[in-house]
């Protein structure tokens, strides 16, 4: 079964740091590009960031660049997404993404949920003084 599980999510002051995993199981994260989006409270999901499958290449929404930084270790099976400066706005649930890829690339539409065909559950971020 093919399964992505975040964590790292936690509750931090403004200006704080976090680091998020997304660790995958009965598959190999190798081929695949992994998205990050978040959802916060009474909003629409957005994406957040894209990793391509040998992490080459990177996308980000215009809003999170800078202190928003994706990468993976396929060795480890686990795409890891580095938030610096954190703020209330950035609170919600953070969910990985992944969807097989014939090309080193995330795509177009590396934003929209509908890339993409296996999820995780979701972590809570939290950012609040």
């Known amino acids: 079964q093919l399964q992505l599980a975040e964590s790292g999510g936690e509750s931090v002051h403004p200006g704080g740091s976090l680091r998020l995993s997304c660790a995958a199981s009965?598959?190999?994260?190798?081929?695949?590009?992994v998205g990050w989006f978040r959802q916060a409270p009474g909003k629409e999901r957005e994406g957040v960031s894209c990793i391509s499958f040998t992490g080459s290449m990177t996308n980000y929404a215009d809003s999170l660049k800078g202190r928003f930084t994706v990468s993976r270790n396929n060795a480890k099976n686990t795409v890891y997404l580095q938030m610096d400066n954190l703020q209330p706005e950035d609170t919600g649930i953070y969910y990985c993404?992944?969807?097989?890829?014939?090309?080193?690339?995330?795509?177009?539409?590396?934003?929209?949920?509908?890339?993409?065909?296996?999820w995780g559950q979701g972590t809570q971020v939290t950012v609040s003084s």
């Open positions: 009965g598959f190999t994260l190798d081929y695949y590009s």
């Open positions: 993404a992944a969807v097989p890829s014939d090309y080193d690339s995330c795509g177009a539409l590396w934003s929209w949920g509908n890339s993409y065909n296996v």
